[in-house]
């Protein structure tokens, strides 16, 4: 099967700005957005609630199933905080957002996480989790790292990948297998 549309990862640390990213770029090229916790949600791709962590203990290999089919015809955004289950042969470009701990915990706080979610995800953006994941599961070329504090950072983001999403569509014409 071929591609004419690119598949773009977006992830990053809760609170680095993925969504806001993810429904503008979509708005402005006409990739679809696909909110994986929506999906985990919608379709049930998980275990359970964790109280300790607050959050769904995902199936991954359900999560895959459900997406699999419409991801590999290409034109998605995927906004998750994970990237490294994604096999690399649906993917064209992974995104890394970053963003200073400090915006990060205010972000984080006007959610109401608790104290240990809050200190749990400072920490991997300090100590650079998801950008070491997406290095260790994708090639290099692949791999952009991107600041996420403000708004003119959003809009600036955005621009670059439009512009690289351009270029994929001229490079790839012909569509890509």
Known sequence: ?????PNIIVTGTPGVGKSSHCEL??????LKHLAVNQIIKDKGCHEGW???FGSYIVDEDQLLDAI???VKEGGYIIDWHACDIFPESWIDLVVV????????????????YSEKKLQENLDSEIMEVLLTE?????SEEIVVELQ????DDIESNVERLETWIASWRKDNAEGRS
Not at 1 to 5: A, D, E, N
Not at 25 to 30: D, E, H, R, V
């Open 50 to 52: 964790s109280e300790e």
């Open 1 to 5: 099967m071929t591609r004419k549309k």
């Open 134 to 138: 997406a290095r260790e599961s994708y």
């Open 97 to 112: 957002l970053r963003a200073d701990s400090a915006q990060i915990y205010d972000r984080l706080k006007a959610r109401d």
């Open 25 to 30: 770029l979509a708005q402005n090229t006409g």
């Open 68 to 70: 699999e089919d419409q």
């Open 148 to 151: 996420s504090n403000d708004s």
